[in-house]
């Protein structure tokens, strides 16, 4: 398969990541209306909590959004045949799904986080647009700091739009998608000599990646995988801010995490979600090829439910 970068064409913003200032000022502009025939700038909510939190994220988007944003909801544009949450959708499915939030193929999609977590799941459903194809897709850098400086925001249930027709997209980018064999593969060759070096960097917690804490998912063991890294996604945000950390702060970490630009990197964490963080950080940071970036769809929850106690896959001690 002919390997191919994800690409954000042209738009009103300069980068990936795109300030509330930003986001503003383009939706002044460009308003999601359904009138306009023109690219719109469309606000894409995808507020999603952890299953052991309590919260939901349709919750928090009723409670306050961006006005007129749309709610993606990332427990149900999913797989829906496989037995791991978040396993990428048939791309008819997301096609439908874009066409139910009356998104067009050639809207500006500014995907946003729940004030309370700063950046979490917003990642995970931009990297989802892009793979399938969408030519422009941003991420708001973040709703905290919307509200923060007093931009608008709104209440209310999910209001009626005017249905799209979305294409599908049925080349989605399987490079940039990393299987189970794949990744078991990258385990089993850890730091045998000869092998081609990929790095495997885990957003989860550091105590769900030593052992020491459990998972959220009831009945799943935690550990890691034999030589990946631990990169827990909160590192990669400002404590205060919980926005990303600048390029170059990120860079530094990067660095000092001990993840190699020169060699191919393969993000993870539970489901798939946070490891979307990594991957983007990479980019924002302009830390390694973008050629050589995936992101392992199932996550730590398939990998402990598919690897045997005899494969000794799951260590419990950092280092290992």
Request: glycine letters at 6%; charged letters at 25%.
């Amino acid at each position: 398969m002919t390997r191919r970068n994800f690409k954000t064409y042209s738009s009103d913003f300069s980068s990936y990541l795109v300030t509330p200032k930003e986001l503003q000022e383009a939706l002044q502009k460009n308003p999601p209306s359904s009138i306009s025939t023109d690219p719109r700038t469309i606000p894409l909510c995808a507020s999603w909590f952890l299953p052991n939190d309590g919260r939901t994220g349709y919750q928090v988007y009723k409670e306050q959004r961006i006005p007129k944003a749309r709610f993606f909801d990332l427990d149900k544009v999913v797989d829906k045949h496989s037995p791991y949450p978040h396993m990428l959708p048939e791309a008819k499915n997301f096609a439908a799904a874009m066409s139910e939030l009356g998104i067009r193929r050639d809207d500006v999609v500014v995907v946003y986080d729940t004030k309370e977590l700063g950046i979490f799941s917003a990642p995970r459903v931009a990297w989802m647009l892009r793979l399938y194809g969408h030519l422009s897709v941003h991420i708001l850098n973040n709703f905290k700091l919307w509200v923060d400086q007093g931009y608008p925001t709104e209440t209310g249930e999910l209001y009626t739009v005017e249905c799209s027709t979305y294409p599908i997209n049925d080349g989605a980018q399987d490079d940039k998608v990393a299987s189970f064999e794949e990744v078991r593969e990258i385990a089993e060759d850890s730091n045998k000599e000869g092998t081609e070096g990929i790095q495997i960097l885990d957003a989860r917690s550091p105590a769900r990646f030593t052992g020491a804490a459990p998972e959220p998912r009831e009945g799943l063991s935690s550990g890691h995988m034999p030589g990946s890294i631990n990169i827990p996604f909160g590192d990669l945000l400002d404590p205060e801010t919980k926005a990303f950390r600048s390029p170059e702060e990120l860079k530094q970490y990067f660095s000092a995490k001990g993840v190699d630009p020169s060699k191919p990197v393969v993000s993870t964490c539970g489901t798939g979600v946070t490891a979307c963080v990594i991957d983007t950080a990479l980019e924002v940071a302009e830390y390694g090829s973008p050629d050589k970036r995936k992101v392992y769809d199932g996550s730590w929850t398939e990998w402990a439910q598919r690897v045997q106690p005899a494969d000794n896959l799951i260590r419990k001690t950092e280092g290992e």
